[in-house]
């Protein structure tokens, strides 16, 4: 995720650690597991009950679209895969390509 939890006083959040490990999970927007067999020892973020409650993985992948501006959820293969199947983004990036190809031929 790229969390930088040493950094430990963000400007807005404050704590990040606290936040993300403590907060979000205590509210169950988060499940913090230990990954097994790893040395040092290593954890996974997943999503919580209260995150599927409240939205979907295709809404956050849309967001961060929006964020990333001029950005296709099928730009992100690995995310848009989990959401509706493998090789999904691959198909969608086809099929908008051709779509392009389509558009040029007909002006």
């Known amino acids: 995720m790229g969390v930088d939890f040493e950094k430990t ?35 996974e973020f997943l999503w919580g009950p209260r995150a599927y409650a409240i939205t979907s993985k295709e809404d956050v992948l849309s967001f961060v679209c929006q964020i990333y501006g001029e950005m296709d959820m099928f730009d992100w293969p690995q995310q ?10 691959a198909a969608a990036k086809v099929q908008q390509l051709n779509g392009a190809t389509n558009q040029m031929e007909v002006d």
């Open 9 to 43: 006083n963000h400007e807005i959040f404050g704590d990040v650690k606290k936040l993300v490990t403590t907060e979000f999970v205590q509210q169950g927007y988060l499940l913090y597991k230990k990954i097994p067999d790893t040395d040092p020892p290593k954890h």
């Open 80 to 89: 848009y895969d989990s959401i509706h199947g493998e090789g999904a983004a």
